[in-house]
């Protein structure tokens, strides 16, 4: 297989290589980058390119490892076995399969993402490094061993909440999804708004740019911020004299709760503009 990106997903040269590498090298993929960059949507659309089944693993900060390969359901068994069920007989009844053992059972190579790694127990990545090495594990209760049919394609997203052990990445094929140019980001829009005025667009994207430029911003708005803004410009019908005119709110533009998402980067932005005009 190989990779080009999708109609709906723009990927970069880099991406496109990383993606193919890891296929290649039988090693997850590692994603990391700024919120909004598209790493979960990867997932999604070299799924749709492979026309292949997307098995989705949304990592909590409660979340186990050993919930990806299976959970033993211990309550539902007692349960049953107080009214005089016969199927408390056969404890495989009461195995609940995780993510992991989903994608093992595949017989067309599955991509399996697993998202946001990064917001779980720092032991978790480690607690998984045999099933995603050898791409096998024991179920316990049973002695049944699972394996995988065909290799998973595995997609793993981090935000860099926090480190990842050293053994883990050793693991993986690493890429860090640098944030789109406005070339990029231009052909990003034209995916998703084919139809949207291109001087609005032109616009949106300076001002955008600038945003993300001013330093001591707590949060820069990403990708799907943008894409929100300028879904609220048509639907409001904002001229570009409007979005250019910034001086009667506070020097913030039209829609801005599309973008910024915080008290202080709404302060620090109404600051600037005053000084400014001093």
């Not at 993986?172 to 231009?186: A, G, L, R, T, V």
């Not at 302060?267 to 000084?275: C, D, Q, R, T």
Request: with cysteine; charged share 25%.
């Amino acid at each position: 297989m190989s990779f080009e990106g999708t109609n709906n997903y723009i990927a970069s040269n880099a991406l496109k290589q990383a993606v193919n590498a890891a296929v290649v090298l039988e090693k997850p993929l590692l994603i990391k980058g700024e919120p909004g960059t598209g790493k979960t949507m990867l997932a999604q659309e070299l799924a749709n390119s492979l026309n292949t089944e997307l098995i989705q693993w949304h990592i909590k900060s409660t979340t186990k490892a050993q919930q990806g390969l299976y959970e033993y359901d211990a309550v539902s068994r007692l349960r049953d076995s107080q009214l005089g069920d016969q199927k408390v007989h056969d404890i495989s009844n009461y195995i609940v399969k995780g993510k992991l053992w989903q994608a093992f059972e595949g017989t067309q190579r599955p991509v399996l993402l697993i998202d946001e790694i990064d917001k779980a127990d720092i032991e978790f990545p480690n607690d998984l490094l045999l099933e995603l090495d050898k791409m096998e594990f024991h179920v316990y209760e049973t002695g049944e061993r699972v394996s995988a049919k065909v290799r998973p394609i595995v997609i793993i997203t981090s935000n860099n909440e926090k480190e990842l052990p050293d053994a883990f990445l050793r693991r993986c094929f690493f890429h860090y999804i640098d944030f789109p140019s406005p070339e990029q980001m231009k052909q990003i829009i034209d995916v998703h708004y084919p139809n949207i005025k291109n001087d609005l667009v032109q616009q949106a994207l300076e001002s955008f740019f600038k945003l993300r430029e001013i330093p001591g911003l707590k949060k820069k708005p990403s990708t799907s911020e943008l894409l929100d803004w300028l879904k609220l410009l048509m639907a409001e019908d904002i001229d570009i004299s409007t979005l250019r005119d910034q001086s009667h709110a506070g020097g913030l533009m039209p829609l801005f709760g599309a973008l910024l998402k915080n008290e202080q980067d709404v302060s620090l932005i109404e600051k600037l503009a005053f000084m400014s005009k001093r």
